[in-house]
Structure formats: C-alpha cells, structure tokens
C-alpha cells in the first residue's frame, strides 16, 4: 500500500518560516503530480502548491511568492517552504498525489487520489 506521511508541522509566530516534508513510501513510488492543500476550521480544503512531471509548478495567490514547493529525489520527499507566515496560514496541511498524467496543473482536490493525514500549523499574530 503506498502511503504519503507529513512532518515538520508546528507553531511559529507571524513572519516567521517553517518548513514542511512529505515522504512517499514505498521509495519506487513515482506520482505525477504532488501537491500541498490545507484545512482550517470553518473552511474548505484549499490546493496551495503542486509540483509535477517536466518540472510544472503553480501556486494559490494566497501564498504566491511566499510559499515555495520543491522534491528531493535522493529522499523520495517532497518539501513545503514557507516564509512570512501569516495568522491566516493557520490550517492542517495535507500532501497529495496522483500518478494521473494531466497536461495541467491542478489544485482540484478531486484529482487527487493519494492523501497523507496531515500536520498542523499555527501561526501566532
């Protein structure tokens, strides 16, 4: 069963970074698509970054030029950096991925069909 696992959650306080790891497992696991969502009380799951074939990234605008996604091949890991944080990025954030090969990226959560269960973030004003 190939299983994604999240880490590097905590709290910071405003402006400050974190940065968040997703490991895939089994390692021969190669998704198309990567991407980073969030769920924060009283809202939706919200796409915020995805990665995928051919080196194809997007971003939400809400985190745009202050969110950065990125793989590391040798870990089989995919890494979350993120700078400035703001109370609003408060949320559990959730790796998914799909082997599905779009000619787009996406930030659809139904196009996703691998999920990890998350780690939290807090972000103090």
């Known amino acids: 069963q190939v299983q994604l696992v999240e880490s590097g959650g905590g709290s910071v306080e405003s402006g400050g970074s974190l940065t968040l790891s997703c490991t895939a497992s089994?390692?021969?696991?190669?998704?198309?698509?990567m991407a980073w969502f969030r769920e924060a009380p009283g809202k939706g799951r919200e796409g915020v970054a995805v990665?995928?074939?051919?080196?194809?990234?997007a971003y939400a605008d809400s985190v745009k030029g202050r969110f950065t996604i990125s793989q590391d091949k040798v870990k089989n890991t995919w890494l979350l950096q993120m700078t400035s944080l703001k109370p609003e990025d408060t949320a559990m954030y959730l790796c998914?991925?799909?082997?599905?090969?779009?000619?787009?990226?996406?930030?659809?959560?139904?196009?996703?069909?691998?999920w990890g269960q998350g780690t939290g973030v807090t972000v103090s004003s």
């Open positions: 998914a991925a799909t082997r599905t090969q779009w000619s787009y990226a996406s930030l659809e959560t139904h196009d996703y069909s691998l």
């Open positions: 089994p390692s021969f696991f190669q998704p198309y698509w």
């Open positions: 990665i995928g074939g051919g080196g194809i990234l």
